[in-house]
């Protein structure tokens, strides 16, 4: 959903869904109406799902007043649900219900309509048929007027006194005037309208309902994720194995997951080893190896073992419910250049009505001076009558205005191609969270990637020991162990592992102190025992020179050395090293081939940094950069290369710097105060995901811009045309909903974009 206030901190937030809230222009409509009730601090609107999200003070305005307000702006309700009882399920329902309403009102106005023609045909061409315009007046009651036009009319009026004007009034301004004002006929012998109304009306109702079943193609995506979901759980209860729907799970139960069967909820494994297929997640087929202690994600399936899961994150805290909230933020947002369009259709339905009813009055006044249009537009154009009087001709030039300028594609123009490149970015493991990231990522021109997690795997091993002389290495080992089993560091716990690999026993540690980019420090049995860089030592007082030859040796090797001090003097020093992802060299390589700079900028040393720099390509390296230091390494960066540098991190450290970058991207198996910051979250953690989301930021911006293009081409070229007489309301009709239909067809062929590295 996308942001239309800020919004201070409010004690309520309650979600409507608005099955006909089809398109920005009326989400627009229903915003401006929301936001003038006292107490609604925020509005949030989401066309993809239907849904807007409004934070408000329930002590100055309730889901009554606010049920009401959407009403009277001429939307219905489908459902009021609160943030607890949100369910994406919910918002699927609400959509098929709408889809078979919108079908029943097509239906029950399609048969009259099409009796119509098939009596108006022989009528014009062939024999007068007696009481035809009271025949015709009777079946184009129930389509104009009945189930078929009803709430298209009563969406108008309620539009209008609402001061706004959404697309329905012009509907029923250019299906209303044409059945009245062909009612005259049976006082005075004139044309009939009437058959235009029924079928300007009928083929609303048409596209309104190929609009409904096509926009449900484009947010499949969020409809295949609500399906994945397991819906019941064996749960072990007292010893006993119990059937439990899954939102029932609390955090702890124990699950038992059986061959074949999907993970009910996310979990670690407490007993069992198996292969699971985690392509919901992260789009790769190949099954991952799980065994005990392992994390496991809900909805990803169980290929064989029996595995028995403790349940960590339940309902809306499951990775499927955060991926398909972000989805739908991401197909709820607007991207920057909508703002522009926004405005325009803001002013589009006012200016409609203005030019039909001039378009009427010119014809009125100036009909004779107009002939001659009509005399060359009958040489080409079949439906045009140049012998029809001055008054006829302005009722078919001011219909045909209405009608063929109503703005659904100018409104579907964004979200549908927003839908799907979201829609496909989340079955890749690409998950962008906001319009505006899709728009900004195309122009990208740096990317900075942190190195621990994102070149690298993150999952260091301890590889050497040296103990200086009144040492040994276990005593070493054991006492940096000891002190760094403080620290959730990925590498102080390789330390910890790969002392307990060796067999040592590992003491407790106190008055335990964490240096920020120093190191670590704490007592053990007596002594204190000082775990970092130079500068920690040296700050204590300890001189490191007696280890500096191992320690550029170490680093020289691309390892991270720490020096090791016990009480007062130097001790030796441990190191680990992490391995380059097997993607990191080919997905640098491809992002240089875009023309993009990349950049790592690291809180290691300059050896360490150097030396994975090269195995990967990377020419550019910032090291020993500390936290605030990355947000002071972006700024430069886009001060030299304006405003397009996207910053790619998982840890905690990386949030300000994801934050300051112009596209913060997170590695999905990161922290999730990192992933909070990001605009984009690539599930995997594979660094090609980033060259893939760069080419969806592409495509997906390409056919908004052609989207954009055409709906307003259309509505520009067509309304002169129309105003002149030149285009009857029928075949403006049609027109309307075929440009509709183009665009989201357009949208859709975004699907066959070639994405990936290489492609």
Not at 248 to 268: I, N, W
Not at 402 to 408: E, G, N, R, T
Not at 413 to 431: D, F, H, I, K, Y
Request: glycine share 10%.
């Amino acid at each position: 959903m996308t942001d239309q206030a800020k919004a201070p901190a409010l004690s309520a937030t309650v979600t409507l869904t608005v099955p006909g809230m089809g398109s920005d222009h009326c989400a627009g409509i229903v915003k401006t109406s929301l936001s003038r009730l006292t107490g609604v601090a925020a509005v949030r609107t989401s066309i993809a799902s239907h849904r807007v999200e409004v934070s408000h003070d329930p002590g100055k305005v309730d889901a009554a007043a606010m049920q009401l307000a959407v009403e009277r702006a001429g939307y219905e309700v489908d459902a009021i649900e609160t943030a607890e009882s949100r369910s994406p399920a919910g918002a699927a329902a609400s959509e098929d219900r709408y889809l078979s309403q919108a079908w029943n009102r097509l239906v029950f106005a399609a048969v009259p309509a099409t009796l119509i023609m098939l009596i108006m045909v022989p009528h014009m061409f062939w024999a007068k048929i007696p009481g035809y315009l009271l025949i015709v007046a009777v079946l184009a009651f129930p389509v104009v007027f009945l189930r078929g036009g009803w709430a298209t009319h009563v969406s108008a009026w309620r539009s209008l006194t609402n001061r706004t004007a959404n697309m329905d009034v012009l509907i029923s301004m250019g299906s209303l005037p044409p059945y009245l004002i062909g009612l005259i006929g049976f006082v005075y012998p004139m044309t009939s309208f009437i058959e235009m109304a029924a079928t300007i009306m009928t083929f609303h109702l048409l596209g309104r309902y190929l609009e409904t079943r096509a926009k449900g193609r484009a947010s499949q995506a969020i409809k295949r994720l609500v399906t994945m979901g397991a819906k019941t759980a064996s749960v072990l209860r007292d010893g006993q194995e119990v059937e439990l729907p899954v939102a029932e799970l609390q955090p702890g139960d124990v699950m038992v997951v059986r061959p074949g069967a999907k993970v009910p909820t996310d979990g670690e494994i407490v007993e069992g080893n198996s292969h699971l297929d985690e392509s919901i997640a992260t789009g790769e087929s190949v099954p991952v190896e799980k065994g005990p202690g392992d994390a496991v994600i809900g909805a990803t399936i169980n290929k064989e073992g029996l595995l028995r899961v403790r349940a960590t994150r339940v309902g809306a805290d499951t990775f499927l419910a955060q991926v398909i909230r972000l989805v739908e933020e991401a197909q709820g947002s607007k991207v920057p250049i909508q703002e522009f369009a926004d405005w325009l259709t803001g002013k589009f339905v006012p200016a409609v009505l203005i030019i039909s009813l001039a378009s009427f009055a010119m014809w009125l006044v100036l009909g004779e001076s107009l002939r001659p249009v009509l005399d060359w537009g009958a040489g080409f154009l079949p439906w045009v009558n140049p012998d029809l009087a001055p008054l006829m001709v302005g009722v078919l030039s001011g219909v045909a205005v209405l009608v063929i300028a109503c703005p659904c594609a100018l409104g579907l123009a964004t979200p549908t191609a927003l839908m799907v490149g979201s829609g496909m970015g989340a079955e890749r493991g690409v998950l962008i969270r906001s319009g505006e990231a899709i728009q900004t990522l195309k122009d990208i021109k740096v990317v900075v990637l942190d190195k621990t997690g994102t070149v690298t795997k993150g999952k260091p091993a301890l590889t050497d020991v040296h103990a200086l002389e009144g040492f040994d290495e276990a005593q070493v080992l054991r006492s940096a162990a000891s002190v760094e089993a403080g620290s959730e560091h990925p590498l102080a716990q390789a330390i910890v592992a790969g002392a307990r690999e060796r067999g040592l026993d590992i003491p407790e540690v106190a008055k335990f102190r964490s240096i920020t980019a120093r190191g670590v420090q704490g007592e053990v049995e007596g002594s204190v025992v000082r775990v970092g860089s130079r500068r920690l030592l040296t700050e204590a007082g300890i001189p490191p020179e007696a280890l500096e030859d191992r320690l550029v040796t170490l680093e020289t090797e691309g390892k991270t050395a720490m020096l090791v001090a016990i009480g007062d003097r130097p001790a030796g020093l441990v190191a680990v090293a992490d391995t380059i992802k097997e993607d990191s060299r080919a997905a640098i390589a491809a992002m240089q081939a875009l023309g993009i700079h990349v950049v790592m900028v690291t809180g290691d040393n300059e050896r360490t940094a150097r030396h994975v720099a090269a195995q990967v390509g990377l020419d550019e390296v910032k090291a020993g950069v500390l936290p605030e230091g990355k947000v002071e390494a972006i700024r430069a960066l886009q001060a030299q290369h304006g405003e397009k540098v996207a910053m790619v991190g998982d840890g905690i450290n990386d949030a300000p710097a994801l934050k300051q970058a112009n596209v913060g991207i997170a590695i999905g198996a990161g922290a999730d105060v990192a992933i909070e910051a990001a605009d984009v979250t690539l599930v995997t953690g594979e660094l090609t995901k980033v060259v893939e989301a760069i080419q969806l930021s592409k495509a997906t911006f390409r056919k908004i811009v052609e989207n954009l293009f055409w709906a307003w081409f259309y509505n520009l070229a067509a309304i002169p045309v129309a105003a002149l007489g030149l285009l009857h309301p029928m075949i403006g009709v049609i027109a309307m909903t075929a440009s509709s239909l183009s665009v989201i067809g357009n949208s859709l062929l975004l699907r066959r974009a070639r994405i990936g590295v290489g492609k």
